[in-house]
């Protein structure tokens, strides 16, 4: 919606008007409006659009995810460094059902950027194993699995990992 740089100027202008409201003793103005501030700086370290990709992208609605993300014109401009990673994450988990070349590249690049969580970047690397034993590369793809697993710490792909283990020994 607005540019990460501009999300911080209107935290800042909101938060100069919860201050002015608070010395002319309007407490509960300045408590309302310093929630509206706190809203701001939340979307300038979570971009709105990537949550609600990934919102659609949870229904299983490619389309939807697909349209969200088209509002960020220039992620390089717009979006901090971790957000253009979850966005290069998003854009590339789509694309996995089409086109493994171009998914490839877009995971490649957000394992690169930098996820912040862990099991993100478990997904990711899981995926871009997946890639490689699809593209008949085994020692990569059976070293980003075991990138894979060291991130994992809850276990959560933990079945994925299992039929890529089967999978990989049909190989």
Do not use: C
């Not at 276990?155 to 999978?167: A, C, D, I, R």
């Amino acid at each position: 919606m607005f540019n990460k740089n501009i999300k911080l100027v209107l935290a800042t202008l909101i938060t100069a008007w919860s201050v002015y409201q608070f010395v002319q003793g309007n407490i509960m103005n300045g408590i309302s409006i310093l929630l509206l501030a706190g809203i701001f700086v939340l979307l300038y370290f979570k971009n709105e659009f990537i949550l609600l990709a990934f919102l659609q992208l949870r229904k299983q609605n490619f389309d939807g995810a697909r349209k969200w993300l088209g509002y960020i014109k220039s992620p390089e401009a717009a979006l901090t460094t971790k957000q253009q990673g979850y966005y290069n994450y998003l854009h590339g988990i789509m694309l996995s059902q089409t086109n493994i070349t171009q998914a490839e590249k877009y995971l490649r690049k957000a394992v690169r950027l930098g996820l912040a969580m862990d099991h993100d970047l478990a997904m990711a690397k899981l995926q871009l194993a997946g890639i490689a034993m699809t593209k008949r590369r085994k020692r990569e793809a059976t070293n980003l699995m075991a990138e894979a697993k060291k991130l994992d710490k809850h276990g959560m792909l933990k079945e994925q990992m299992q039929m890529m283990k089967q999978q990989m020994k049909k190989i």
